[in-house]
């Protein structure tokens, strides 16, 4: 359909304002009501043989070296809803993604129908007339995409169909893009390019890629959906916070043993509302300065995460000694996760406790854009009120031990079963003893092919059951030495 609709709409367009120019010319030489009655006619006859609109969406504007947003969000609304209809496609492979992206040919005309009205829309390209070298875009390079509908539906395309269109492309981008994981460690996984941070090379980045969805977080069915909701709310509330006057940022708490799934939380939120995440470390800042730049350096659409708050940063108001003694008690510890807290521990952040309240709160004011903001700890006593109050942190949530409901999660992600007749002897244990989410799946995990869910489910009983052992012998050793103690005390 080379002589498409779209393009005789253009010939039949330039045919009438061909017309109009001379009507123009002619109009004084007609008496005033011969030319109303002339003007009708006129009218009539553009609506009869020229019944459309055309709106023209040029690549680039204003000063012709920013790409029109409006321009991207027809092309991805297009590519993705129109490619099937079109004849001729363009194929592009970008360099750090494998897949093939197709988009409409230039002068190709694809249809779309919105609430029952039809539209045309063609990608076009004026080629240049003028031999001339340029390192800009020059005005007659430039590429449009051209809407065409019928006159009558004029409000209806102006006032919904395009905004339609800027909605879906928008969403259509979010949903599109490689998301990133950005993290100010040494060595941690730099791809050179810098995220957010121009020059300074501040953040180093890598493709976010974590499996995590709240589907597959095991926790309190009820809690998730509230946190799920919450963090919705927050993605779709840009109106509401400007209305309130409020910053469009928001703060959660993840607290619980380890192993309880704080950090794949963290994961399946990014997930949720893809967003990137910046992984701070705070023991790798040098002083407040530092970590005010790196703050404003991330991007609209992210979760600032600081894990193991208590361990970066001496956000109690305990006295070092305290916290060498603590040190001590510590090192008894022998678990590798324990000992890589402790290390932090040690190597404490010159960056102050007031310091990160009020680049927290600088960032809540300066940056413009939806950020998230996640504090990780496993004792969340240790913490100063300041730090975790509702306007900083909005939301506590705590992590805990594995209960049945959350097992029962666990056990559809890596057994594939939803109820088996061990389950009821695994709730019995569950509410006996504590073991973590971790743990449980560890247990649960299929180790090699061949292996059935009664093999991993009576693991994890056996489990279980040593765990409650050892409870009992702690607590007949506790009231032994009780027993003890006031025998001494009476002698
Ligand atoms: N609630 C959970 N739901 C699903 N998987 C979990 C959950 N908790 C832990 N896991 C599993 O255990 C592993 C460790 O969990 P995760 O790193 O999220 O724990 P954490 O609470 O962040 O621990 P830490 O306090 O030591 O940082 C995860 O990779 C995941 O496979
Ligand atoms: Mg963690």
Known sequence: MAESLAAMAAQTGTALAGLTVMFAMFQNYFPCELRNIIMECYEKLVNFVYPYIQITFPEFQGDGFRRSKAYSAIERYLNSNSTKQAKRLQAYVFDDCDAVVL??????????????????????????????????????????????????????????YIKHVMEEGKAITVQERRRKLCTNKAGGGASGTGCGSRGGGIWSEVVFEHPATFATLAMDPIRKEQIVKDLMYFSKSEDYYKNVGKAWKRGYLLYGPPGTGKSTMIAAMANLLQYDVFDLELTAVENNTELRKLLINTTSKSIIVIEDIDCSIDVTAKRDDEDEEEDEEDAEQKNSVNEEKKKKKKKRSKVTLSGLLNTIDGLWSACPGERIIVFTTNHVEKLDKALIRRGRMDEHIELSYCGFEAFKILAKNYLEVDSHELFAKIRQLLNETEMSPADVADKLMRKSDGEDADGNLMRLIKALEEVQEKKKAAKLEEKEKIREMRVAIKL
């Not at 045309?120 to 065409?148: G, V």
């Open 103 to 160: 988009s409409v040919a230039n002068n190709e005309e694809v249809t779309d129908e919105f609430k029952g009205i039809k539209v045309w829309w063609t990608s076009s390209e004026h080629s240049p007339n003028k031999q001339s070298i340029s390192f800009w875009p020059r005005e007659d390079e430039k590429k449009y995409f051209r809407l065409t509908f019928y006159r009558k539906y004029r409000h209806r395309i102006t006032a919904e």
